[in-house]
C-alpha cells in the first residue's frame, strides 16, 4: 500500500473556530500528525458548534497548554514540528513569540502559517473578530439581494471556509518550496482575505469592457441564476442553471410555454418584473417531471435541499462525501468526508483524541533539522508550470492561484475562447496567466499539446472527464505522455454515482448542498448566494489538491491525481451539521424570516442612522449583552441609539460589534492601506483597459501583470516549446490561433 501523501509531516495547530482547524484537518487526513493545542478552557467553538468542532477537529490528537505559562513546552514540541498554524491576532502573536519574526529565531525549520482575522499592516490587524463580523464592516452583507431593503446576514460564514482553504494552499506551497530548494519561509493569510476570495468576481473597476461582454454578469440585484428558483407543482423548488444553461429554449419550457400561449416569455427571459408569469409556468408539473425533463435535454436543474439532507444521498456515498464516526460527545453520526480526493487516497482517522502532553512530544520524535536552503525571497512555486484546460470560474480559478503562488500558468482555449470570456467574471479567475488558443480536436494540435504537457508540472481542468479522455487530459492520457504531470480535476458532483455525468453548476450545487435554504431566511423561498461560492472554493479545494500531489512527487517521485467537486465543498461547509445513525437531528444555527440573523445576539439591528452588527457568542458576552439590555432584545434596546453611540456603548462593555458598511466597492479599491497591501491593484490589459481587480489573498503572492486576451501569448508559448524541442510543429490556421 503506497505511503500517505504527508506521511511523517508533524503539525501543531493552536488555531480556533473554522480556518485553522479545518485546514490542519485537510493535513491530517492527508497523512500528516496533527496535535491540537487547545487553551484551558477549550476552543469556544465546542460549545458553538459541537457538531462542527466534532468535524473540523477530527483526525487529530489534542493537548491542553496555556501559551502564556508553558512556553517552554510548547517550544519543546515546535522544536519537533514541521509546520505551526495560528489564528492569533498580529498583536498577540507577537506577545506570545509566535509572530514570524520570533519563530524563525527560535525554530528556523518552522513553517509558520497564520491565519487572524486581518492580516498584519492592515489597521485591524489586532481585531479578533469573528467571522460575522468581517463581513459586516467589508460591506459584504449589503452584497446580497434578500426579502427586503437593507444589509442581509448571510448564514453561510464563507471567509472562514475561504481562508481554510487559502490556508491550506499557502502552507502545501511552502512545503513544496522546502522540498525542491531547501527554503523555509512563513505563510499568512486571514478571514478578511477568505472574504476577498470570491469578492474577485464581482468588485472590479475597468476602463471598457472587452467586446461580448456588454454589463455585469452578477450584478448586486437579481442575478440570473436568482431569478431562476421556481417553484413546482408539488410543492417542491428547483433551481435552473441561470441563463448561462440554456433552459429558456430547452424543450420542456417551449412545449409549457405553448400550452399556456405564453412562448413570447422566451424573448424576454426572467425578469423581477415577469418572475410571477414564470412561476405559473412551473407549477403546471411536479419537480419530478421537471428534474427528468431538463435532465434529458442536458440542462443543470436541482430539486432545492435543506442543510445535511445529502449526506444519506447515493450521490455523497459513494464518492465518499460522508464518514461514519464515534464520536464521543455527540455518539456515531455521519459527518462530511474529506473534500478532495488524492493518490493515494485521504483517510479518517476517527475523533479527535485526547492525548498527555508527554505522548504527544515522545511520538513527534527528534526535533527537525535545521533548513538546508538559504532564505529566499522567491514566491513558493516559482519554476512549476501549469496547465489549465478549465471553463467557467472554478478550473480557471484554482489555476490562478496556483499563478499567485508563482506558477507559470498556461490558459489553453478553444479557438473560440473560454464561455467565460462571455462573464463579469473572468477578470477575476484568470488573472497572471498566459493564454494559448488551440484547437484540440484538430489533428495538428496534437503535437504542440503533448509538448505542453510534457513540459508541464501541473494540469488542472474542470472540464467533464468523458471529454477529457477524448482528448487525452484526463489521468490516463496526461500520464502516458509525462508520468511525472500532477492533473487535479473538479467536477459538479463527484467523479461516480448516478449525477457523476449530471451537469452542474454554482446555483445548482447550492441547492444540492442545501445553502440555498439555509441563506433565505425562516420560511421564505429558496435563494442563491450571489457569490459563486461553490465555485470558487472548487478551485480553492483543487488548489490544494494539486499541491498535495505536487508535494507527493517532489518527496517521492511519484505522480498522482487529485479531485473534488461543487458538491463537496457545498458539503464540506456544511461540516456543522452531522446526524446521528438514530436519525435524530442536531440544532443548527438558522437565520430568521427577515435575515437579521440567528440568535438576538448574534445578528445585524436597525438604529437610528444605520446598521450595527453584534456577535455575542460565549457565555461571558452573552452576560456583558444582558447588563446592557436587561431582559428586553437587543434590537428593541438599542433602536433608537445613533451608530457611534451605540458602539461605543458596547466597546466599553466588551461585547463584539461593527457599523455594517454599505457599497464599499470604491472605497475599498481606493484605500490605501488596501493599496500598500496588494488586495486592491491596478492591472494595464488589452481587453479591460486599465482595470481594478481584487487580489493577495497571501503574504507571499502575485496578482499577475494582466487578464490575457484570448491566444495572446500563442506565438510566444509555441516558440519556447520549439525552443525546448528543436522541433517545428506543422500546424494549420484552424488548429492555431496566431
Known amino acids: 500500500m503506497s505511503e500517505a501523501v504527508l506521511a511523517g509531516l508533524r ?66 514540541l515546535l522544536a519537533r514540528a514541521d509546520v505551526l498554524v495560528h489564528s492569533l491576532p498580529i498583536g498577540r502573536a507577537r506577545e506570545l513569540g509566535l509572530d514570524e519574526a520570533s519563530l524563525a529565531a527560535r525554530h528556523p525549520h518552522l513553517v509558520l502559517g497564520s491565519v487572524p482575522a486581518y492580516p498584519a499592516g492592515h489597521p485591524r490587524e489586532n481585531w479578533d473578530a469573528p467571522d460575522s463580523l468581517v463581513q459586516a464592516a467589508e460591506g459584504f452583507m449589503d452584497e446580497q439581494q434578500g426579502n427586503r431593503e437593507g444589509p442581509i446576514f448571510v448564514r453561510m460564514p464563507f471567509p472562514s471556509w475561504c481562508a481554510a482553504y487559502l490556508l491550506a494552499a499557502g502552507v502545501l506551497a511552502r512545503l513544496v518550496q522546502r522540498e525542491r530548494t531547501g527554503v523555509v519561509r512563513a505563510m499568512h493569510t486571514s478571514v478578511f482575505q477568505g472574504a476577498l476570495a470570491p469578492a474577485a468576481l464581482y468588485w472590479q473597476r475597468s476602463e471598457r469592457l472587452p467586446a461580448g461582454l456588454n454589463g455585469h454578469t452578477l450584478p448586486k440585484i437579481w442575478p440570473d441564476a436568482a431569478l431562476s428558483i421556481f417553484e413546482c407543482a408539488d410543492g417542491e423548488w428547483i433551481q435552473l442553471a441561470g441563463a448561462m444553461g440554456g433552459w429558456l429554449e430547452s424543450p420542456p419550457v417551449i412545449e409549457t410555454l405553448a400550452v399556456l400561449d405564453k412562448v413570447d416569455l422566451c424573448e424576454t427571459g426572467v425578469t423581477p418584473a415577469n418572475r410571477d408569469e414564470w412561476q405559473q409556468v412551473f407549477r403546471q408539473h411536479d419537480s419530478a417531471h421537471w428534474i427528468r425533463e431538463f435532465g434529458e435535454a442536458d440542462v443543470p436543474c436541482m430539486r432545492i435541499r435543506d442543510l445535511g439532507d445529502c449526506f444519506t444521498d447515493e450521490q455523497a456515498r459513494v464518492n465518499g462525501y460522508v464518514v461514519e464516526v464515534d464520536d464521543p460527545v455527540i455518539g456515531r453520526c455521519l459527518q462530511v468526508g474529506p473534500p478532495i480526493h488524492t493518490t493515494p487516497d485521504s483517510v479518517v482517522r476517527g475523533p479527535l483524541e485526547e492525548s498527555a502532553f508527554e505522548e504527544v512530544l515522545a511520538a513527534f520524535g527528534e526535533p527537525r533539522p535545521a533548513p538546508r536552503g538559504e532564505s529566499s525571497g522567491a514566491l513558493p512555486l516559482a519554476g512549476i508550470r501549469a496547465l489549465d484546460f478549465g471553463g467557467v470560474v472554478a478550473g480557471p480559478y484554482g489555476a490562478q492561484c496556483l499563478a499567485e503562488l508563482g506558477a507559470d500558468v498556461i490558459k489553453v482555449e478553444p479557438l473560440s475562447g473560454d464561455r467565460g470570456r462571455g462573464l463579469t467574471q473572468f477578470a477575476g479567475s484568470n488573472r497572471g496567466k498566459r493564454s494559448i488558443a488551440l484547437d484540440l480536436k484538430d489533428d495538428s494540435a496534437r503535437e504542440p499539446l503533448r509538448r505542453l504537457v510534457e513540459r508541464a508540472d501541473i494540469v488542472l481542468h474542470n472540464m467533464r472527464l468523458r471529454a477529457a479522455k477524448r482528448l487525452g487530459i484526463d489521468a490516463d492520457g496526461l500520464r502516458a505522455v509525462n508520468p511525472r504531470v500532477v492533473f487535479s480535476h473538479v467536477s459538479a458532483n463527484g467523479q461516480h454515482g448516478p449525477l457523476a455525468a449530471y451537469p452542474g453548476y454554482d446555483p445548482t450545487a447550492q441547492a444540492l448542498t442545501g445553502w440555498e435554504r439555509a441563506n433565505a431566511g425562516a420560511g421564505r423561498p429558496p435563494m442563491w448566494l450571489r457569490n459563486s461560492i461553490l465555485d470558487v472554493q472548487a478551485g480553492l479545494a483543487a488548489c490544494v489538491g494539486a499541491l498535495l500531489q505536487l508535494f507527493r512527487r517532489e518527496r517521492t517521485g511519484l505522480a498522482g491525481e487529485a479531485a473534488t467537486s461543487l458538491l463537496a465543498v457545498g458539503m464540506t461547509m456544511a461540516g456543522e451539521v452531522a ?73 466599553e462593555a466588551g461585547v463584539p460589534a461593527t457599523r455594517v458598511a454599505f457599497d464599499r466597492m470604491n472605497a475599498f479599491f481606493d484605500d490605501p492601506h488596501h493599496r500598500a497591501l496588494g488586495f486592491s491593484r491596478t492591472l494595464d490589459t488589452s481587453g479591460y483597459g486599465r482595470l481594478d481587480v481584487v487580489g493577495g489573498f497571501w503574504s507571499a503572492g502575485r496578482t499577475g501583470e494582466s487578464v490575457p486576451a484570448l491566444g495572446e501569448h500563442t506565438a510566444e508559448v509555441l516558440r519556447e516549446l520549439d525552443s525546448h524541442s528543436g522541433v517545428t510543429p506543422m500546424m494549420t490556421r484552424e488548429a492555431v490561433a496566431r
Open 11 to 76: 503539525v501543531v495547530d493552536l488555531a480556533e473556530g473554522i480556518p485553522g482547524p479545518f485546514a490542519t484537518r485537510l493535513l491530517a487526513e492527508a497523512g500528516a500528525d496533527v496535535v491540537k493545542v487547545e487553551r484551558p478552557g477549550g476552543d469556544p467553538a465546542r460549545q458553538l458548534w459541537p457538531a462542527g468542532f466534532a468535524t473540523w477537529n477530527r483526525s487529530k490528537r489534542g493537548v491542553v497548554l496555556d501559551l502564556a505559562a508553558q512556553r517552554g513546552q510548547l517550544d519543546d
Open 579 to 651: 446526524l446521528p445513525v438514530s436519525g435524530e437531528r442536531l440544532r443548527v444555527d438558522r437565520v430568521d424570516a427577515d435575515q437579521t440573523g440567528v440568535s438576538p445576539a448574534h445578528r445585524i439591528l436597525q438604529v437610528r442612522d444605520g446598521w450595527v452588527a453584534i456577535a455575542a457568542r460565549t457565555d461571558q458576552e452573552l452576560a456583558r449583552l444582558y447588563r446592557l439590555t436587561g431582559t428586553a432584545s437587543p434590537a428593541e434596546t438599542f433602536r433608537g441609539l445613533g451608530t457611534d453611540e451605540l458602539l461605543a456603548r458596547l466597546a
